[in-house]
C-alpha cells in the first residue's frame, strides 16, 4: 500500500541550531513530494516540492529538502532555525491519480 | 484569490445533530480534497473530487459522512448524525490538475459534538 512515514513524532532543536526531519515513501513508482508547515491552528502551508531534475531542492523560510532515490528518502533541512520555525511539519506524497497522502507529521519545539 | 474558504471556522453540536461544513476553492482549481486531523491519526483523506466527480471516498469513515460538489465553486461535507468522536478539524484543500502542483488549504473546520 502506498504511505508516507515520518519516523519522528517530537524533535526538539536550540534556536540556531540545524534541524532535519526524515521522511520516507512507499510508492510503486517515484510519486510527487511535499513538504509543508502548519502553525498551531493555522491550515497547511507548503515549504517545497519535488518532482523531477535537481535532487537538492530549495523551498520558502530557508529549508531545502533532498530526494534519495535509493533511500525512498525526502528529508527537509534548514541549517539554523529561528524560534518561529517552531510548528509541526508534514511529508506528503501525490501518486499517478492524484491522490494527496500525508504523513503522521513532527512537532518542532525551538528552546531558546 | 482569497485562498480556499472554509466555514463556519468553529462548530459545536449536540450529539445526533447534522453538521454541515462548507468549502470554497480557488477558482480554477479542478481538485478537491477533504481531509481530517486528530491526535490520533493525523491527517486523513476523506474522499476527493475532480472536476465536481467524486473519485476516491475509500476515507470517509462511515455512512453517516456524505460530501457533494454541485458545482465548480462548492462543496459540502455532511455529517449525519454527528457523534463525539467526530470531533476534529476538517481541511478543505483544492489544486490544479497538474501532478506536480501542491494543494492550498483552507484554515480549517474545528468540530466538537458534545
Known amino acids: 500500500a502506498q504511505s508516507v512515514t515520518q519516523p519522528d513524532i517530537h524533535i526538539t532543536v536550540s534556536e540556531g541550531a540545524s534541524l532535519e526531519l526524515r521522511c520516507n515513501y512507499s510508492?510503486?513508482?517515484?510519486?510527487?513530494l511535499f513538504w509543508y508547515v502548519q502553525s498551531p491552528g493555522q491550515g497547511l502551508q507548503l515549504l517545497l516540492k519535488?518532482?523531477?531534475?535537481?535532487?537538492l531542492v530549495q523551498g520558502i523560510k530557508g529549508f531545502e529538502a533532498e530526494f534519495k532515490r535509493s533511500q525512498s528518502s525526502f528529508n527537509l533541512r534548514k541549517p539554523s532555525v529561528h524560534w518561529s520555525d517552531a510548528a509541526e511539519y508534514f511529508c506528503a506524497a501525490r501518486s499517478n491519480d492524484y491522490k494527496l497522502s500525508f504523513g503522521a507529521g513532527t512537532t518542532v519545539t525551538v528552546r531558546a | 484569490d482569497a485562498g480556499v474558504i472554509q466555514s463556519p471556522r468553529h462548530e459545536v453540536t449536540e450529539m445526533g445533530q447534522e453538521v454541515t461544513l462548507r468549502c470554497k476553492p480557488i477558482s480554477g482549481h479542478d481538485y478537491l480534497f477533504w481531509y481530517r486531523q486528530t491526535m490520533m491519526r493525523g491527517l486523513e483523506l476523506l474522499i476527493y473530487?475532480?472536476?465536481?466527480?467524486?473519485?476516491?471516498d475509500s476515507g470517509m469513515p462511515e455512512d453517516r459522512f456524505s460530501a457533494k460538489m454541485p458545482n465548480a465553486s462548492f462543496s459540502t461535507l455532511k455529517i449525519q448524525p454527528s457523534e463525539p468522536r467526530d470531533s476534529a478539524v476538517y481541511f478543505c484543500?483544492?489544486?490544479?490538475?497538474?501532478?506536480?502542483?501542491?494543494?492550498?488549504f483552507g484554515q480549517g473546520t474545528r468540530l466538537t459534538v458534545v
Open positions: 510508492y510503486g513508482a517515484t510519486p510527487y
Open positions: 519535488y518532482f523531477s531534475g535537481d535532487t
Open positions: 484543500a483544492s489544486s490544479w490538475g497538474n501532478l506536480n502542483t501542491e494543494a492550498f
Open positions: 473530487f475532480n472536476n465536481n466527480v467524486p473519485i476516491d
